[in-house]
């Protein structure tokens, strides 16, 4: 009997629905030839669930996020719900589900194969062949710590946030790093500024720890961020995982996501709890929703990585050799499109990638 998975499948706003449509195109389509099923869940979160029930995610949608396997997210937001504040933003209902289903560490992949090495900020040799993970803490450090505030007036007025982790967040995290490095080339870097913070000596601590004890197959390697900000410009292709503080994590993936030359590209999963969430880094665009011309390959490889979390390693590996070859053909959507290249739709990039994706399924 074959496998099958229950999805819960969030379009959410924008172009969210446009590029969703292609990750379960995809996922259908290799999970046809792979010998599963997925039962897909299709609910309403951000704007698109303000308008139909008043608040940007209902409890009783995540309630049935909790239930399934996995999370599958579009976009959310757009100017048309600018005008509502605090929970009632639609970017809350994306804290909500995160907070709700426990995800503490989110994964960043960056790739940039040969194809698109051209289309990088940095030169192409320096980017060729780059494929990395930023593994950030998501709930603790500076952005959470206490105390924190403002205090004072005139000259003396001063303004403090205080850096705070446990040794059971940084065990945890590690070992979210060292579990994908395990999937990928077995290589972790460690970033920190233990030359300088205390936090990150017990950062650094904990991870040499965990890694002695359960993960002694997997190098270890540990850097401080300054070093690694230089390092991720000048030699990119040097990392296999990236393990890090919130802070850190928070400029370190968002620097890694120029490499590639587009947003579109990449996908995203908030990870920890028992259910994951899977989504494209990209915004909700909304100027461009629904005219067939966003790049959907940042959703396409974040179902991807929802099959890796699935245990469907080979359909994964499939969808990712898919994209490559797609891009490899010459198939460009607007956002990376020059001239000498094939333009192509949203719906159009989203058959090519099948179309590889199948062939390249064993």
């Given at each position: 009997?074959?496998?099958?998975?229950?999805?819960?499948?969030?379009?959410?706003?924008?172009?969210?629905?446009?590029?969703?449509?292609?990750?379960?195109?995809?996922?259908?389509?290799?999970?046809?030839?792979?010998?599963?099923?997925?039962?897909?869940?299709?609910?309403?979160?951000?704007?698109?669930?303000?308008?139909?029930?008043?608040?940007?995610?209902?409890?009783?949608?995540?309630?049935?996020?909790?239930?399934?396997?996995?999370?599958?997210?579009?976009?959310?937001?757009?100017?048309?719900?600018?005008?509502?504040?605090?929970?009632?933003?639609?970017?809350?209902?994306?804290?909500?589900?995160?907070?709700g289903l426990g995800a503490f560490a989110n994964l960043r992949p960056v790739m940039v194969p040969d194809a698109?090495?051209?289309?990088?900020?940095?030169?192409?040799?320096?980017?060729?062949?780059?494929?990395?993970?930023?593994?950030?803490?998501?709930?603790?450090?500076?952005?959470?710590?206490?105390?924190?505030?403002?205090?004072?007036?005139?000259?003396?007025?001063?303004?403090?946030?205080?850096?705070?982790?446990?040794?059971?967040?940084?065990?945890?995290?590690?070992?979210?790093?060292?579990?994908?490095?395990?999937?990928?080339?077995?290589?972790?870097?460690?970033?920190?500024k233990a030359n300088v913070l205390v936090v990150s000596q017990l950062w650094r601590d904990v991870i040499s720890?965990?890694?002695?004890?359960?993960?002694?197959?997997?190098?270890?390697?540990?850097?401080?961020?300054?070093?690694?900000?230089?390092?991720?410009?000048?030699?990119?292709?040097?990392?296999?995982?990236?393990?890090?503080?919130?802070?850190?994590?928070?400029?370190?993936?968002?620097?890694a996501a120029t490499l590639g030359g587009s947003l579109g590209l990449l996908p995203s999963a908030s990870v920890?709890?028992?259910?994951?969430?899977?989504?494209?880094?990209?915004?909700?665009?909304?100027?461009?929703?629904?005219?067939?011309?966003?790049?959907?390959?940042?959703?396409?490889?974040?179902?991807?990585?929802?099959?890796?979390?699935?245990?469907?390693?080979?359909?994964?590996?499939?969808?990712?050799?898919?994209?490559?070859?797609?891009?490899?053909?010459?198939?460009?959507?607007?956002?990376?499109?020059?001239?000498?290249?094939?333009?192509?739709?949203?719906?159009?990039?989203?058959?090519?990638?099948?179309?590889?994706?199948?062939?390249?399924?064993?």
């Amino acid at each position: 009997m074959p496998k099958s998975y229950s999805i819960v499948v969030l379009p959410g706003d924008g172009i969210g629905p446009d590029v969703i449509n292609e990750a379960r195109q995809t996922v259908d389509a290799i999970g046809n030839k792979a010998g599963f099923n997925i039962e897909w869940i299709e609910e309403a979160a951000g704007g698109a669930s303000i308008d139909k029930y008043g608040h940007p995610l209902t409890d009783e949608v995540l309630d049935k996020c909790k239930s399934a396997h996995a999370v599958l997210l579009g976009a959310v937001g757009g100017e048309k719900w600018d005008h509502h504040t605090g929970e009632m933003r639609p970017e809350s209902g994306l804290l909500k589900l995160r907070k709700g289903l426990g995800a503490f560490a989110n994964l960043r992949p960056v790739m940039v194969p040969d194809a698109l090495s051209e289309a990088s900020p940095l030169r192409a040799e320096a980017v060729r062949g780059t494929d990395l993970l930023v593994v950030r803490e998501l709930t603790g450090g500076i952005y959470f710590g206490r105390p924190a505030g403002r205090e004072g007036s005139g000259p003396e007025e001063r303004a403090y946030n205080t850096m705070v982790y446990t040794a059971a967040e940084v065990d945890r995290v590690s070992r979210v790093a060292f579990e994908w490095a395990r999937k990928r080339s077995g290589r972790v870097t460690s970033v920190d500024k233990a030359n300088v913070l205390v936090v990150s000596q017990l950062w650094r601590d904990v991870i040499s720890r965990v890694h002695t004890e359960d993960y002694a197959d997997i190098s270890l390697n540990h850097m401080y961020v300054d070093n690694a900000a230089m390092q991720l410009v000048l030699n990119p292709g040097q990392f296999d995982v990236i393990v890090t503080g919130n802070l850190f994590g928070d400029i370190l993936s968002d620097a890694a996501a120029t490499l590639g030359g587009s947003l579109g590209l990449l996908p995203s999963a908030s990870v920890g709890g028992p259910v994951g969430i899977f989504e494209p880094v990209h915004g909700s665009a909304p100027d461009i929703a629904g005219k067939d011309i966003a790049n959907p390959v940042g959703a396409i490889l974040s179902a991807s990585m929802m099959l890796v979390e699935l245990d469907e390693g080979d359909s994964a590996a499939a969808i990712r050799s898919g994209v490559e070859l797609a891009l490899e053909d010459g198939a460009r959507t607007a956002d990376l499109y020059r001239d000498g290249f094939e333009r192509v739709s949203t719906s159009g990039m989203g058959d090519l990638v099948r179309r590889h994706a199948l062939k390249a399924l064993k």
